[in-house]
């Protein structure tokens, strides 16, 4: 029998508890050994829920026990998570987490601890919640030298532009909405703004370039500027916005950003709607692979954090090799990051001189039109650097919504 403890009994800690139960032969016949949740640690008590029985309130408890092998750390947050983390790997127990913020922070030293101690540090749940992509990144798609990860990687902002794009609502309106039905946080920022996915992005790009990449490093915008007129011009291209967190190796120089983006009909990520997740993956002797699934939730997010257990169990006392070195690795400058430009402005009824400022700031372009609306030029530009289009758009005046472009 192998005991784990599960810090947090919050969503993703009670989840974790219920897919073990639920689960219990299957997950033990795979993991070759009964799996046993022998505490759960938590400041609240439960008094209804049969947890209390295994409910303890000091972490002391957990680590000094030395029947538990495992930790299962879903409590969020740098801290106190991090010591946990770290008292745990130095007391001789490998630690599963879902705790993207912390690994995204200190991913690299607590493998590098966990390898130490042969012991190991998994975070499968990080990304993409239910969706596999870490294990896969790490032990399937080592033949390959990656050259782009871009994802999906939120969900509440993907429902959020799923449903401004199918019923043509305000931004504003749909987060509302969104809130009420408990897929946005009361306090939406780290989703909205792209915090959430930025972290996301910075590990699964830190797993492709085996080095340290910092998220504070990454480019990040949020979905809090897109319209209901910018869905309409994407309607009519054939095309959709979408929240991606993207890494491109050019030159071996990788350059990451997260920020809303027009893909086209035939981008593998189309298709990933509402609550979903997609990441797609180019390796240069595979070409193109996509995981997809639910990239939060409950049982998802639990299910992965389990699969962590499952391969902890079945590695006793052997690190599973993970390349991701704390030494930093220096992204491209994001000003040399080179992208096509969608740009909306007010029509001033000067066509002729407005073009000539058009022509001038970005050479030829595609203009675009929408049924529907008035009184506004819109135009794609051809792949510029993003430092040019900064310099560039200076020379337009009403300039009434930028989005990048992908098709
Ligand atoms: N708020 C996150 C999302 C939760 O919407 O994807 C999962 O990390």
């Given at each position: 029998m192998v005991n784990i403890a599960v810090l947090g009994y919050g969503t993703v800690g009670s989840g974790v508890v219920e897919v073990i139960n639920t689960n219990h032969d299957n997950i033990n016949k795979r993991a070759g050994k009964e799996i046993n949740v022998k505490y759960v640690l938590d400041i609240r008590d439960f008094e209804d829920d049969p947890v209390q029985k295994i409910?303890?309130?000091?972490f002391d408890v957990i680590l000094k026990d030395p029947e538990v092998d495992i930790i299962v750390e879903v409590m969020g947050g740098v801290d106190p998570a991090y010591t946990f983390t770290k008292q745990a790997l130095e007391a001789g127990k490998s630690v599963c987490t879902s705790n993207k913020e912390l690994v995204a922070k200190h991913g690299a030293e607590l493998l590098a601890l966990a390898k130490k101690n042969k012991l190991n540090y998994l975070f499968e749940a990080s990304v993409g919640g239910g969706i596999p992509i870490i294990r896969p990144l790490n032990s399937s798609l080592t033949a390959d030298d990656i050259t782009e990860i871009t994802g999906i990687l939120n969900g509440t902002t993907n429902y959020i532009l799923t449903e401004m794009e199918s019923k043509g609502a305000a931004f504003e309106d749909v987060l509302k909405d969104a809130q009420e039905k408990g897929y946005a946080e009361r306090n939406p920022e780290a989703d909205v703004e792209g915090y959430d996915a930025c972290r996301k992005i910075a590990i699964l790009t830190s797993l492709v370039c085996g080095e340290q990449v910092d998220y504070e490093d990454i480019h990040t915008e949020g979905?809090?500027?897109?319209t209901e007129t910018d869905f309409k011009y994407a309607k009519a291209l054939n095309a959709s916005i979408k929240l991606l967190g993207t890494s491109k190796k050019i030159d071996d120089t990788f350059y990451s950003m997260v920020a809303p983006v027009m893909i086209g009909k035939n981008h593998p990520l189309i298709g990933v709607h509402g609550v979903f997740n997609g990441i797609f993956v180019h390796g240069n002797v595979l070409d193109d692979v996509m995981f997809y699934g639910r990239g939060a939730g409950k049982l998802p997010t639990a299910s992965a954090v389990v699969s962590d257990v499952v391969d902890a169990v079945k590695h006793m006392n052997t690190n599973i090799m993970t390349i991701w070195e704390e030494k930093k690795n220096r992204l491209g400058k994001f000003e040399d990051f080179k992208n096509k430009f969608f740009v909306r402005m007010r029509d001033k009824g000067l066509d002729d001189d407005q073009m000539l400022d058009i022509k001038n700031a970005f050479g030829n372009v595609l203009y675009v039109k929408a049924p529907d609306v008035q009184d506004e030029l819109a135009f794609i530009t051809e792949p510029i650097r993003e430092g040019d289009f900064v310099e560039n758009i200076k020379?337009?005046?009403?300039?009434?919504s930028v989005v990048r472009v992908d098709f």
């Open positions: 409910l303890v309130h000091d979905i809090t500027k897109l020379g337009l005046s009403d300039v009434l």
